[in-house]
């Protein structure tokens, strides 16, 4: 097993779901936090100080200069997950930048500048509903004030789960401080489609991120007894709201290139025997244009608007998360290709904390392969060797970035 390999190994067991399969490990929840716990004491080993920041990113140094902590290169990833995701999403990437340090000193590399490790909260928006929170926290792309009213769904705030945590919430917000410590930020990620399995390739390097965001639409009608109540005296959102997920894919279909999701849908209250008085679903939209993901957004709000109507119901229509297309930066991107002159440069529709940085820092992405094309999934997989590859590409990567000036 490679020293990657090994690593991932150690955290295995960490938060597994015996119902969905994979792992749920929602940030700031108990195995979330053992995988941080475990990420500590593997960067104390190395003799990294990790250090937890306002946002609640956790971040260590390898400094050896004792250099002022401006113009930096820093990698890193998350450890949250999507309910009953992969192994790989966001560890391998922690993992592999605690390897590639490994390597660096393996080699005997002296670092002209400061080499930051990152660990970014709630990645995935699975807990309170909106992606890459902790980076939008440090960049500004957030409010405080909205992301600390957000609630989890057992109606926990953001801000309440955070003090629970030992966060301050009223610390909350843009971190010019922390983004000027870096210079280059390198993010190294499981694949999450078949690009490099079609290409016979362990690695890539990322070219664009597809614009995408997350929208709630929440149809009212009139909670009622199913056994009682006749048909056409029902308001029933459920129907409002399953036909507007239908209407989601057919809008979708009409635009090339397009993806629309529905993959969470929440009658309310919910019981067997009730006709629901509510019902919330999640759409999800991405596309290489944004201004095609506005427009297949507008459509499902007027069609949906039309099916709850159909049924004597109302609907709510809410922007929860937009992050516009991303274009890494070329001049980065570049050099990496040329460390790295058999990986292909490849698009990805995942989001990713490097793409809310690239607003703000050179950014990069690297990708490994996923044999099964398959994430957010317990069928998303990495092999031995192609998690010691990646690791070794982002070690070769950080070196050329770490032996020249900032």
């Given at each position: 097993?490679?020293?990657t390999?090994q690593?991932?190994?150690?955290i ?6 015996a119902?969905r399969?994979?792992?749920s490990?929602?940030v700031?929840?108990p ?5 941080l716990?475990?990420?500590c ?15 609640g990113v ?26 009953g ?8 990437g922690?993992?592999?930048a605690?390897r590639?340090?490994d390597?660096?000193r393996q ?6 500048r400061?080499?930051?490790?990152a ?25 405080p004030?909205?992301?600390?009213a ?5 109606g926990n705030?953001?801000a309440?789960?955070?003090?629970a945590?030992?966060?301050d ?6 971190d010019?401080?922390?983004?000027a ?5 390198v ?5 999450q ?7 016979g ?10 614009g995408?965001g ?13 056994g009682?109540t006749?048909l ?7 129907l409002?709201?399953s036909?507007i997920v239908?209407a989601?894919?057919?809008?979708a ?7 629309a999701?529905?993959?969470r ?5 919910g019981?067997?025997?009730v006709i ?9 939209v991405r ?7 506005a427009?297949?957004?507008?459509e499902?709000?007027?069609?949906a608007?039309?099916l709850?109507a ?14 516009p297309t ?12 040329a ?5 292909p ?6 989001g ?16 490994t392969?996923n044999?099964t ?6 069928e ?5 060797e ?15 970035l ?5």
């Open positions: 097993m490679s020293e390999s690593l991932l190994a150690a295995a067991g960490t938060g597994r779901d119902v399969g994979g792992y490990r929602p700031f929840a195995a979330e936090r053992e995988l716990d475990w990420c004491a593997e960067l104390r080993r190395r003799g990294l100080e990790p250090e937890t920041d306002r946002n956790v971040w260590a140094w390898w400094n050896p200069g004792g250099a002022p902590l401006t113009g930096a290169v820093v990698t890193g990833s998350h450890l949250d997950s999507v309910p995701g992969g192994a790989f999403d966001g560890p391998l922690v993992a592999s605690l590639a340090v390597l660096l080699r005997g590399v002296e670092p002209a400061p080499l930051g490790l660990v970014f909260p709630e990645e995935e928006g699975s807990r309170f509903g909106v992606a890459c929170l902790g980076s939008r926290l440090l960049t500004g792309a957030i409010s004030e909205r992301a600390l957000l609630t989890d769904p057992d705030t953001f309440d789960v955070a003090r945590a030992g966060l919430p009223a610390g909350f917000g843009r010019d401080e922390a983004l410590r870096i210079g280059q930020f993010e190294l990620h499981v694949e489609g078949r690009g490099l399995v079609d290409l390739a362990p690695v890539a390097v990322a070219g664009s991120i597809l995408h997350r929208w709630r639409f929440t149809v009212h009608g009139q909670g009622n007894h199913a009682t006749l056409e005296d029902r308001r029933d959102p459920l409002a709201a036909r239908v989601a894919r057919e809008v279909a009409g635009h090339p290139g397009t993806r999701t529905v993959g849908f929440q009658p309310v209250p019981g067997t025997n629901a008085s509510r019902v919330d679903l999640w759409l999800d596309h290489a244009q944004d201004a095609v993901t427009a297949v957004v507008a499902v709000s007027r069609r608007a039309e709850a159909g049924e004597g119901c109302t609907v709510e229509v809410r922007e929860e998360s937009l992050s991303v274009e890494f930066d070329p001049a980065l991107a570049r050099r990496l290709r460390v790295l002159p058999a990986a440069l490849l698009p990805t529709g995942a990713h904390d490097a793409g809310v940085l690239a607003a703000h820092v050179p950014t990069a992405m690297l990708f392969r044999p094309g398959v994430s957010h999934s317990p998303e997989h990495c092999t031995d192609d998690a010691e590859l990646g690791s070794v590409a982002l070690a070769d990567v950080l070196q050329d770490l032996l020249s000036p900032a």
